[in-house]
T-cell receptor, first 107, second 113 residues
Framework: RKEVEQDPGPFNVPEGATVAFNCTYS??????FFWYRQDCRKEPKLLMS???SGNEDGRFTAQLNRASQYISLLIRDSKLSDSATYLC????????FGSGTKLNVKP | NAGVTQTPKFQVLKTGQSMTLQCAQD?????MYWYRQDPGMGLRLIYY???????DKGEVPNGYNVSRLNKREFSLRLESAAPSQTSVYFC????????????FGPGTRLTVT
């Protein structure tokens, strides 16, 4: 079983839509959680860390559910520029990356 | 402050050739990593270095060697390249604290024919 699992998508949504991704992790003792964004043919870049109480950064909201071992990312009012692959990252002694969820925002 | 830099950006090798991928960071990070990324496979850890002078195998170390030359530099060597090593290679670094994220370099696109 993979340490971190994500739906690969693609999620195809119109501009202005709200879209949510989930990511599940296998180790209940996981320590830190992140969402990264990766544009086509570019390196992954940190989108946001995920805190136990949930956190928001503009149009992006991240949630952590330790009991069910998943984290989520909600994007409101999608923009064309949000089109990318979103990687879920979980740490337990080292970093574990999900394979990513592809988002296409269409005009 | 350049962050994490990698050279070269692109490389084409013939089967059996060797080469070294270079990585450097100027953020005074203790830990450095080498990943490969293949379509549909996500990032896979090749080797990492928790601190200067130490290196450890990751998930897919076969066919690779690494050197942590100093705190700034971490190189990845392919001794005898194979077509299966065609991939995009990313170097990353972070502070010792797992609560903080990894920073990635721009990647090296390697094709082995």
């Amino acid at each position: 079983r993979k340490e971190v699992e994500q739906d690969p998508g693609p999620f195809n949504v119109p501009e202005g839509a709200t879209v949510a991704f989930n990511c599940t992790y296998s180790n209940s003792a996981s320590q830190s959680f992140f969402w990264y964004r990766q544009d086509c043919r570019k390196e992954p870049k940190l989108l946001m860390s995920v805190y136990s109480s949930g956190n928001e950064d503009g149009r992006f909201t991240a949630q952590l559910n330790r009991a069910s071992q998943y984290i989520s990312l909600l994007i409101r009012d999608s923009k064309l520029s949000d089109s990318a692959t979103y990687l879920c990252v979980v740490t337990f002694n080292k970093f574990y990356f999900g394979s990513g969820t592809k988002l296409n925002v269409k005009p | 402050n350049a962050g994490v830099t990698q050279t070269p950006k692109f490389q084409v090798l013939k089967t059996g050739q060797s080469m070294t991928l270079q990585c450097a960071q100027d953020m005074n990070h203790n830990s450095m990593y080498w990943y490969r990324q293949d379509p549909g496979m996500g990032l896979r850890l090749i080797y990492y270095s928790a601190s200067e002078g130490t290196t450890d195998k990751g998930e897919v170390p076969n066919g690779y060697n690494v050197s942590r030359l100093n705190k700034r530099e971490f190189s990845l060597r392919l001794e005898s390249a194979a077509p299966s090593q065609t991939s995009v290679y990313f170097c990353a670094s972070r502070t010792r604290d797992l609560a903080y994220e990894q920073y990635f370099g721009p990647g090296t696109r390697l094709t082995v024919t």
